[in-house]
């Protein structure tokens, strides 16, 4: 039998060579440093809309009693993009994106990129606070909104549409604002390093940061993704195994997750375009709900947070109906436990697979699936060819042995810009050779990397990243608060829990009910400890004077 890795790495050079479908050349970037990147991908996303044209009569988005074909939703994103157009948005412009999942919110996106503005999907579940300061540091000049998301925001300087699925009448509507508009593409020159997105991401310091990305950046995860499909399809073809592709024209996905998140928006969305897979699009996360889409639509791919499929498999109705059409149970935003992939695999036809990158990385860097990650459940998997690196390093970006554990560091096409706005931020974790300080501890073991521990300071929670001191920053507003200290704990269902503990001024009578509607008019709500203890005496500090998070960690999980 032939050498997997051998295999693989021969198949790698033949998909890239000249003339191959993931052709890779030389390019030098403003540096002078010397890259590679796709030969014959398109030059912006506009002309990677054409991939889901040659699927044109083909189904490509359910949405409960809705159904729209590959031509109704480029369609539909071109009359966006005109009516942008129509209201002054011009290339380079941040127009923003923030409501619950809908058709429309995948309209807007493609007609915000494909005329070159720059699209910024917030985060949905924000408070006004959290929203408002988004939008004036992007300096959006448009956003797309729901009724929820659009309350508090009326005399905000920025012209907003309210999608149609919510109407209002205090706001334009999504079909008012594209009807009589063109359904053919206007003609705007976009190049690959034209600026494409910004997703703000809870950093490990204050205020969420924008991320900046190109077009080719966007793009480039996408090609990724599809060229490591191919390899391990055609491996297991050529070692006589069943080969089913990652993603296909033959597969159908189940969006589950929001589209403000690069899972959402690349894995599920934008993926979908490249292959001509349909999307099948929920509102919001219910495992009984999903089950039965699952059922009536066929599903074969599942990609989320690891919670979701875990709540699949546990969910009381999963045996009233058939899931024998699921192939793919993806995760990605957290590790999944051991003894979970190990189950999903034992009781679903669909095999686990798990995948591992940043926002900052357009979700791109390693994926696992298939008997690679049933043998190596712990796992985040292997580099993700041709144009991803990623090496372990240490404070000095010295690159260190295999098995050694230091911080990940990952350079690729996918990388972003920079932090909007945020010189420092952005030199603290990229150098001129393009590689990402990921902010994660970890080590490689043959080809194939593990996730140990984080550096950055914060909570996980159901794949949402959680600032702790963000949410310290908040608990401190209130006048009873001396000391606070925001932390997590593991959680078997959400990966992380997100704690507080407090030490609070004198003859203070401040409880967790009071506290809890304090923080709700200044986070949202996944940003609010779920355990909040208030102690009797000082914190415990180390010998720099900071809090002892490792001994208030250890306090918390004993009281489990």
């Known amino acids: 039998m032939q050498d997997p890795e051998l295999l693989f790495e021969q198949i790698t050079s033949e998909l890239t060579s000249p003339g191959q479908l993931f052709e890779t050349r030389d390019y030098k970037d403003s540096y002078g440093i010397t890259h590679k990147e796709y030969a014959s991908f398109p030059d912006n996303l506009r002309g990677y809309f054409d991939f889901g044209a040659l699927h044109g009569e083909k189904e490509f988005l359910v949405y409960e009693s809705e159904r729209f074909l590959f031509k109704e939703v480029i369609a539909k994103a071109a009359q966006v993009g005109n009516a942008l157009q129509a209201a002054g948005i011009s290339k380079g412009d941040r127009v923003a994106i923030c409501m619950q999942n809908n058709p429309e919110f995948i309209f807007a996106y493609m007609g915000i990129v494909g005329i070159g503005a720059v699209c910024v999907p917030l985060n949905s579940w924000w408070v006004p606070d959290e929203v408002i300061y988004a939008l004036e540091h992007c300096e959006a000049k448009l956003l797309f909104g729901d009724q929820k998301r659009l309350q508090g925001l ?41 600026h494409a997105t910004i997703y703000y991401t809870s950093g490990s310091t204050g205020k969420p940061k924008g991320v900046l990305s190109s077009q080719r950046g966007v793009i480039s995860s996408m090609f990724s993704w599809a060229c490591i499909s191919t390899i391990l ?31 959402g928006s690349h894995v599920a969305f934008l993926m979908s375009i490249l292959v001509g897979r349909k999307v099948v699009m929920m509102k919001k996360w219910d495992a009984g709900e999903a089950i039965k889409l699952i059922h009536d639509e066929k599903i074969s791919d599942i990609t989320g947070v690891p919670t979701q499929t875990w709540e699949l498999l546990n969910h009381p109705d999963k045996d009233k109906y058939d899931l024998s059409s699921l192939k793919i149970l993806g995760g990605g935003g957290g590790p999944r436990p051991a003894e979970h992939v190990k189950l999903l695999d034992e009781n679903f036809q669909g095999r686990p697979g798990i995948g591992y990158g940043l926002t900052e990385t357009n979700a791109l860097g390693t994926l696992a699936s298939g008997d690679e990650y049933i043998n190596n459940p712990s796992t985040a998997g292997r580099v993700i060819p041709p144009l991803t690196d990623i090496k372990i390093v240490d404070n000095d970006w010295k690159e260190l042995a295999e098995g050694t554990i230091g911080e990940v560091v990952i350079r690729s096409q996918s990388n972003m810009l920079g932090y909007w706005k945020n010189d420092e931020a952005t030199n ?16 490689f073991e043959g080809p194939f990397l593990f996730i140990v521990d984080r550096i950055k300071d914060m909570v996980i929670r159901g794949g949402e990243n959680i600032a702790c001191p963000e949410v310290e920053n908040a608990i401190y507003e209130h006048p009873d608060v ?16 997100l704690c507080t503990a407090i030490y ?6 401040l409880n967790k009910d009071e506290l809890h509607n304090f923080l709700a008019t200044k986070l949202a709500a996944f940003k609010i400890p779920v355990i909040i203890e208030f102690s009797p005496i000082n ?13 208030l960690r250890e306090m918390f999980i004993s009281k489990k």
């Open 154 to 194: 009326q005399n905000l300087d920025v012209k907003k549409i309210i999608t149609s699925y919510t109407p209002d009448d205090n706001f334009v509507s999504f079909t008012d604002f594209i009807k009589d508009h063109s359904s053919e593409w206007p003609d705007i020159e976009i190049t690959r390093d034209d």
């Open 233 to 263: 399809s055609e491996r297991e073809a050529r070692m006589g195994k069943d080969s089913t592709p990652l993603a296909s024209s033959e597969s159908c996905i189940l969006l589950c997750v929001p589209l403000f998140h690069a899972t």
């Open 428 to 443: 603290e974790c990229m150098n001129k050779e393009g590689w990402f300080r990921s902010g994660d501890m970890g080590k």
């Open 482 to 497: 001396l000391e606070a200290c925001v932390f997590g704990i593991p959680d078997e269902r959400l990966g992380e829990k």
């Open 504 to 509: 609070l001024k004198k003859n203070s009578s």
């Open 539 to 551: 914190l415990p500090l180390v010998a720099s004077g900071k809090f002892d998070k490792p001994a």
